[in-house]
């Protein structure tokens, strides 16, 4: 699986948008990226996750670039509930049997 | 999304006790779960994939004796930590994939063996 970069940390106010950027230059054409996060002591939750075109849901927005080295994950509207670690991983979506690896990620401070 | 849960939430033991902890997936089969583990201000670590009837797939410098993974239905899978010592107290993860395309983590267990 191709390697991500994402910055150690990140604050962003209440109610604005929260932009998390993440560099996967080594990118493969069947190489999805999948964005989670996690909440101090709970386990990991599933955001979104996308091949090449922006992605939407009701939690967030994914935008990749069009060479898809790089993506990023909006918050449109920030909460305090936010504040969470968040990972950026790209993997091959059909390896059933394969886990996700979990890099560093990003700790994003939500504050009011 | 689909629903995995651990049980039991935290545990406290005695040195050289062994612990059990429960994954169950609860709204749907896995053939394959996994289990992670996360020391305070680090990143998960997986430890092992589990597989329904078969023997587990652990990660290099995962004992294998000392974590005993039990994958017996598709819907649960266990994993029994033998003689802890306080080196073991960890937050483990359990986590299961209905589809090709999201994986769902269950809540967690702390563990303090003292």
């Known amino acids: 699986d191709a390697k991500t970069t994402q910055p150690t940390s990140m604050d962003c106010a209440e109610g604005r948008a929260a932009n998390l950027p993440c560099n996967h230059s080594t990118i493969s054409g069947n190489e999805y990226v999948y964005w989670y996060r996690q909440i101090h002591s709970q386990g990991p939750q599933y955001i979104i996750h996308?091949?090449?075109n922006n992605e939407t849901n009701e939690m967030a927005s994914l935008i990749i670039t069009e060479d898809r080295k790089s993506s990023t994950l909006i918050l449109p509207h920030a909460t305090l509930r936010d504040t969470a670690v968040y990972y950026c991983i790209v993997r091959v979506a059909d390896q059933a049997g394969t886990a996700l690896i979990f890099g560093k990620g990003t700790t994003l401070s939500v504050s009011s | 999304g689909a629903v995995v849960s651990q049980h039991p939430s935290w545990v406290i033991c005695k040195s050289g006790t062994s612990v059990k902890i429960e994954c169950r997936s609860l709204?749907?089969?896995?053939?394959?779960m996994f289990w992670y583990r996360q020391f305070p201000k680090q990143s998960l670590m997986l430890m092992a994939t589990?597989?329904?009837?078969?023997?587990?797939?652990?990660e290099q410098g995962v004992e294998k004796d000392k974590f005993l993974i039990n994958h017996a239905s598709l819907t649960l899978s266990t994993l029994t930590v033998t003689s802890a010592h306080p080196e073991d107290s960890s937050f483990y993860i359990c986590s299961a994939r209905p589809t090709y395309n999201e994986q769902f983590f269950g809540p967690g267990t702390r563990l303090t063996v003292l």
């Open positions: 589990s597989n329904e009837g078969s023997k587990a797939t652990y």
């Open positions: 709204d749907f089969q896995a053939t394959t």
């Open positions: 996308g091949l090449k």
